[in-house]
């Protein structure tokens, strides 16, 4: 197993969208494993490939608080979306920030299983917040894209000034 390197905004590359995943095997459960290693190192409720560079539809879940149910959609897809919910989100990709989005509170969603097997589930509340915004990053999408231009810009300046700083610490 391996933890992976969890790109950050404003990383361009983060802005890729995802293709599906054509075969499910043992590279990609290995992926899959790297991915669960990573978000449970960070800490975090959720992970998309393309927050580690892997630009294929695969999101990794669990919201439980003992690390028991985790979660892998492979070529998730949205199927329903009822009501809504207004929560506040961060992401691994977007540190030390939290803010408001409106989602929907209720959503099935088909994917396959890590063993190729097509699912269906449905989920509510943080579970379906979490896979929402999971789903938002194989789009190309962040979180931050649903505030004011202004936050946006405010949080980019500030995340990369922190960069700067962290570096010039490494270096000496
Ligand atoms: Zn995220």
Do not use: W
Request: net charge negative.
């Amino acid at each position: 197993m391996a933890k992976l390197t969890i790109l950050e905004f404003p990383d361009p590359r983060l802005r890729t969208k995802a293709t599906p995943v054509s075969a499910v095997d043992d590279r990609l459960r290995a992926l899959i494993r790297d991915m669960f290693e990573t978000m449970y190192a960070a800490p975090g409720i959720g992970l998309a490939a393309t927050q580690v560079n892997v630009h294929k539809r695969l999101l990794i879940v669990d919201v439980s608080a003992d690390k028991s149910e985790p979660i892998a959609l492979i070529n998730p897809e949205i199927l329903e979306k009822d009501g809504v919910i207004v929560s506040d989100e961060g992401c691994l990709s977007v540190p030390g920030y939290y803010e408001e989005v409106e989602r929907a509170e209720h959503i099935r969603v088909r994917f396959l299983d890590r063993d190729g097997v097509a699912q269906e589930m449905e989920a509510e509340g943080l579970l379906a917040v979490c896979i929402q915004h999971e789903i938002d990053h194989l789009d190309g999408k962040l979180f931050v894209d649903y505030l004011s231009e202004a936050k946006r810009q405010r949080i980019r300046r500030k995340l990369q000034k922190e960069r700067r700083h962290q570096s010039a610490a490494v270096v000496m």
